[in-house]
């Protein structure tokens, strides 16, 4: 099996890795070695990969990397019971492929316990943001006799399990960091064979049940899971695990297999920071049924029961279709006639997916390239957020050179997987499921019925009326807690800062009873649209005792152009009146992708005030009287306490 | 092969680990003579050469090697499905 099989194989990486190092330019650089880490490499070639990245970085000051291109940053530190070292740069060109610029600590080996249980200088100074706690069965072993008791071994468990609860704990207390806690594979092959099962204290079901255990404790503490024993099950065991290696220098995963294992760790992070693919689009002929429907009709295409290949095709559907209830936005890019494109979703009588599953569906004769930017601009959605399926690798080609920020997946020549390959690329990483999630897909569909009207509505006002918008607002709660991470960290168009919390600095900022944190949902005629703005307001030194600087505005794209931000200043000026303030104080720090918002404020009846020293280079600042009246809007608002 | 041709192929194996061009692999050759080969870069030097290779060492018997001289033998016997050096310099 090969490692990281969805991407697409260099025809001669080791010469294109020394093409760049010569690449005297470090930004050039570093989009160089960006694009080659989203290529199949091995271990030899990822590290070296690796070594010429830190090079570069070390070239570039830590405040010019973030300018130099769509690149996030994040600290990871790696604390581990077994040898990690040899996976770092892995860990590191994984997070480049996944578009984050890694910092990495390694804990001294062994050592996690104390990392954690006491303050650990060097790790404190490298502040995580992200603390992959990666343990081996070894590290907590049955020590039960065999015919210990279930409930024997239930209690044993919870000792494990309460322990690891304290170390998530002071991770999150003393470091502020997203702890992701690896999953444990058991050590020792069967003692019992198939019966080890049935043998609660045998060491294979003693892990098994420790992992379960595990699971339902990170869920309730928030931590996320490096799920190795799944993942690793569909590998042949050898392929991850090396006892050679472990008894060579205690590496508990083989180092051929770091380039796997790096992605893995990787798209945990990413997701994590709002980087995982939105969207999926879709070739149809010989992508989602077998045929094509242009030569071969509706009745012609392989797709349904009776015909192994018609069946594959459907499981493939029946994947899709999920991916779509779980909040993934379906569409269509399709060489075709368009009438007879949509006729096989209509008409065919074996089809999962269904018309109104797919948000927005191009079907014509004109480029592809072309066709991904409309559906991007229909969606409203950035094409870095797009997976693009193809089974024809001409089209897939020209996608990566066109549009590089697609991924485009490599597919097996069976359709019995594409899904499993779609799977193993990982784009759709989660890092939380909220509600807002599972119904995505409607509010996409919904999206498009409010398109129609615009453009049958000739008034812009009689349109905003029609749509009877209420804003609910509330202070951010538990419940709303997991979506405001998720938005705070993906939202870069309408964000006026781009700030990024991780849960646990989310959460000590909202402690304080000085600070406004608002969430705001808008209904409409048409349905729910979910959390759709975020806003936070501070107190700050630079600006005094009677101001508050709004730290975070940021709003989906979904809702533009429907005064919600109107409603939404209404709400935040009774909100820090409520706390005695004067004044709002706002902040807009330029990115690449917020140009959208530059004069947010402006428009709002803000008045442009000096900036303060020191302040982020290009950001300008805004104050807005309290006591002013805030912009008209056609939208009621509602307060939830 | 022969340690000769052995120890060519593997002379091109430590140039692209270490991106050096440089680099001649004579059997006296140690860990100490080339820049750069710390307990990391070893343990690449060791997967780039069984994939070099097509071999996979055994536990225990990378730790007696001297020189490259001896991994070049040892290289040889993996290859040929001998029971390798282990005993002469473990």
Redesign the interface.
Known sequence: MEQLAWLPIHSDF?AALRGTRAEADTERRLTHLCGLAGYQR???AT??LD?TLQATLSALAPADRPAALPLRQARLAVLSSHTI??LMPAIRVGGLAHGVILSTHVGHYGTYRQSLMEVDPDLLEFAPQFLLLALDAHEMPSSLPFDASESDVADAIQGYVDNLRDLWRFGRQRYSAQVIQQTFVAADPPLFGSYDGLVPASPIAFTEQLNKAMRSAARQEGILLLDLAWLARTWPEDAVFD??RW???KQLIA??FAPEYGDWVARIIAASLGLSRKCLVLDLDNTIWGGVVGDDGIEGIRLGQGDPLGEAFLDFQRYIAALGRRGVVLAVCSKNDPAIAESAFCQHPEMVLRRSDIASFVANWDDKAGNLRRIAGELNLGLDSFVFVDDNPAERLIIRRELPMVAVPELPADAAYYGKRLADAGYFEAASLTSDDLARGRSYQASAERQAILSRATDMTEYLKSLSMTLVASEIGPVDFPRAVQLINKSNQFNLTTRRYTDAELQDLLADPAVVGMCFRLKDRFGDNGLISIILARPDDQWGKNALLIDTWLMSCRVLGRQVEAAALEVVTQEAARRGAQALIGEYRPTPRNELVSRHYEKLGFSPVEAPDPHVQGASFWRFDIAAATPPHFITVERLT | MTEQDILEALTMVFRDVFDQDSITLRPETTADDIEGWDSQAHITLVVATEMRFGIKFRTGELEGLHNVGDFVRLIQARMGGSPGIQGRTG
């Open positions: 080791a091995d271990f030899v590290e070296k070594r070292d040899h006892p050679v008894h060579q220098a180092p051929h």
